[in-house]
């Protein structure tokens, strides 16, 4: 079981709502099965750590109190309901504005590492699991070798379109084997340090796959 497993927001645990993101508690939703997944991931003893950017702190258009207050306390109370054990370990975000070259603004490493620090786990035992390329991208800059990315949020138009698995626990691999990979044309400098990585329809199946791939060792 990995020690560590790093989750992004938006369009992971909840549903993307584009940008500017989440100003508002009404606007949040979880994807199908986040709370379970988190909840099953804790029961594992796993530590779960959320790195989200949040650029809208910055830009004025909410407090740094509304996001951690408001929205974020209302992301928990949601994960409680869908299960009494799911809670994040802790939570990493950056309010940076895009570009400002924050260390700690994904895709740069630093939450990441703030992360591994604070729960004394290397790097090489952790798990990504994000929706963007910023997010494999802080993976791989972090030394995170395993990623997965999902469907929901952008997952699907990285992909060009393309859909994950259905199945729970079913992932695809990713590594670039077949030749040039049919990404969509609109998503620029793909960098080749992100392959391979995993594609999973969403948090609770990459969360099953997780668990199935490593229960008894």
């Known amino acids: 079981m990995p020690a560590l497993i ?9 549903v993307d709502v584009g940008a500017p993101g989440v100003l508002s508690t009404l606007q949040l939703e979880l994807t199908p099965g986040a ?16 790195i989200t950017n949040q650029s809208c702190v910055g830009k004025g258009l909410i407090t740094e109190e ?18 009494e054990d ?12 895009k570009d400002s070259g924050d260390y700690r603004m994904k895709p740069n490493p630093g939450m990441i590492e703030e992360a591994a620090q604070m729960f004394d ?17 802080a993976a791989a800059n972090a030394g995170v070798p395993s990623r997965i990315l999902v469907e929901t ?3 699907r138009q990285i992909m060009g379109g393309k859909k994950a ?4 626990g079913a992932l695809e691999l990713v590594d670039g084997s077949e030749g040039k990979f049919d990404w969509n044309e609109d998503v620029e400098n793909i960098k080749p340090s ?18 199935s791939n490593t229960e008894g060792s």
């Open 86 to 97: 799911a809670k994040f370990d802790h939570i990493f975000y950056c309010s940076s504005l």
């Open 165 to 168: 698995p259905n199945e729970h």
């Open 194 to 211: 992100i392959l391979p990585f995993l594609y999973a329809k969403n948090l609770y199946s990459a969360v099953q796959w997780i668990l």
């Open 6 to 14: 790093l989750v992004d927001r938006d369009g992971v645990v909840n």
């Open 153 to 155: 949020g952008y997952g």
């Open 121 to 137: 786990i290397d790097p090489s035992d952790a798990v990504m699991i994000g929706d963007a390329l910023r997010d494999l991208e």
């Open 35 to 50: 709370g379970r997944a988190i909840g099953q991931l804790r029961r594992a003893e796993c530590k779960i750590a959320l």
């Open 66 to 83: 509304n996001l951690v207050g408001d929205i974020h306390g209302r992301l928990q109370d949601l994960l409680f309901q869908d299960d």
